[in-house]
């Protein structure tokens, strides 16, 4: 992906979540403050690599900022996975690991869009940098997180 061109995956359809979700990514960023899935379509809907160190989950318009635990190194070359269980917890896993830092959210976040969200005629916040893979689930599971960084670890 290439913030200059834009550049974008777009679903056929909306991915609409009112509940529980598990969204796992292999990547490797190159810059920060770029949008690995989102909507073009309605503000307020995405997952944002913020800095170096920190992701921001937006959902109808209400944001949280996970951080990495200290100690940590930057994200990287590697996977990661983001939860919102039924009571609206979202949590962070990075390379396998649940990261300390938690937030709460609740409402329907939708996805339509791998690498940018709404925002002008183009979209804004293209994310920059290597995906390899990402799987979205509609439920949410320490083994299933566990087994999802086991295997985007293996790519």
């Known amino acids: 992906f290439v913030t200059a061109s834009l550049t ?8 609409k979540f009112t509940d529980a979700f598990t969204v796992g990514i292999r990547w490797n960023p190159s810059t920060y403050n770029g949008v690995i899935v989102g909507s073009n379509l309605t503000s307020g809907e995405f997952i944002k690599v913020n800095t170096s160190s920190s992701l921001i989950v937006k959902i109808d318009g209400s944001a949280t900022t996970l951080v ?9 070359d590697g996977n990661i996975v983001i ?17 300390a830092d938690t937030g709460t959210l609740t409402g329907e976040i939708d996805f339509n869009c791998i690498g940018l969200r709404a925002g002008g005629a183009a979209g ?7 995906i390899l893979e990402i799987q979205i689930f509609s439920t949410v599971a320490s083994l299933l997180s566990t087994n999802i960084s086991t295997y985007l670890g293996n790519i």
């Open 83 to 99: 939860t919102r269980d039924s009571v609206g917890l979202v949590s962070l896993w990075k390379n396998g690991v649940l990261q």
């Open 68 to 76: 990495l635990d200290a100690g940590e190194t930057q994200f990287g």
């Open 124 to 130: 804004v916040n293209g994310y920059q940098g290597d």
């Open 8 to 15: 974008n995956l777009e679903f056929g359809s909306d991915i």
